[in-house]
């Protein structure tokens, strides 16, 4: 359930971001046209939400981690992977911090004095939700939780 | 009062805090959790085999504690000055913040 909801939160923001980034105001026939004509605006909630349940779900699962995979891969002297983790753990937690920036950046109607900054905290957080999701399967494809 | 205005004060805080908590563990941790028997401790306790202790759940309850006072203190300053700061604060923080996590981590990469 962790994975599959970490899954619609990177279809959300990568959305959100591609829009905002790379903007197109008619909805073009192809694949590409279509992700960047969306409404970036009305992600948001469903973003905030994905979030605050992927992380909480992670937080439950992550004791499990901690005295089963972890300690299997020390054992093999996988540090690299284990570090992978422990970098993902503090990414996340930015990020879980960031939120409510995230969330005052995009209170309607828009601050237009503050869309650099919106750009830059959409930037962050995809950056730091796809850091997470990365880690972890790859962590997950090495030992399951 | 604008209750929203406290939020990229709280943002940058937690995240300062977060980073700090672990950077000075144990000074800031404030209980341990022990995933074998699913204990809570107070403080950092010597679990012996009972171990490992976890204390990412300390670190973040103390970085909501900050984010929470930061937030309340930006909810007292006069909105004239709090509309002259930099919003921009709110994404370099976390950039600089990122940066010197990994080079905290960088050696279980193998980088002295």
């Not at chain 1, 891969?73 to 920036?101: C, D, I, Q, T, W």
């Not at chain 1, 962050?124 to 999701?133: C, R, S």
């Not at chain 2, 943002?11 to 800031?28: E, N």
């Amino acid at each position: 359930m962790h994975g599959l909801l970490a899954i619609l939160l990177l279809g959300a923001i990568t959305h959100q971001a591609v829009a905002l980034w790379l903007p197109s105001r008619s909805a073009d026939s192809n694949f590409i046209g279509r992700i960047r004509a969306v409404k970036a605006a009305s992600y948001t909630n469903a973003i905030i939400i994905l979030f605050l349940l992927t992380f909480a779900l992670g937080a439950v699962v992550y004791p499990t981690y901690r005295i089963g995979a972890r300690v299997f891969m020390e054992n093999l002297r996988m540090g690299a992977a284990v570090g992978s983790f422990e970098v993902k753990e503090h990414l996340v937690s930015f990020a879980l911090g960031l939120l409510p920036a995230y969330w005052f950046f995009w209170r309607q109607p828009l601050d237009p004095r503050h869309a650099l900054t919106r750009k830059l905290v959409v930037l962050l957080m995809t950056a730091f939700i796809w850091a997470g999701f990365l880690v972890g399967h790859v962590l997950n494809n090495i030992r399951g939780v | 009062m604008n209750l929203s205005r406290a939020c990229p004060a709280f943002s940058i805080a937690f995240m300062i805090v977060y980073l700090s908590s672990m950077f000075l563990h144990p000074s800031l941790t404030l209980f341990t959790y022990a995933p074998r028997s699913g204990d809570w401790h107070m403080g950092i306790p010597d679990l012996g085999r009972g171990g490992p202790g976890m204390y990412w759940f300390s670190w973040l309850t103390t970085a909501f504690m900050a984010g929470a006072g930061a937030g309340i203190f930006t909810l007292f300053v006069p909105q004239s000055i709090d509309k002259r700061l930099w919003s921009g604060w709110v994404w370099v923080v976390p950039v600089l913040l990122t940066l010197f996590l990994l080079y905290l981590e960088r050696t279980w990469f193998g980088i002295k």
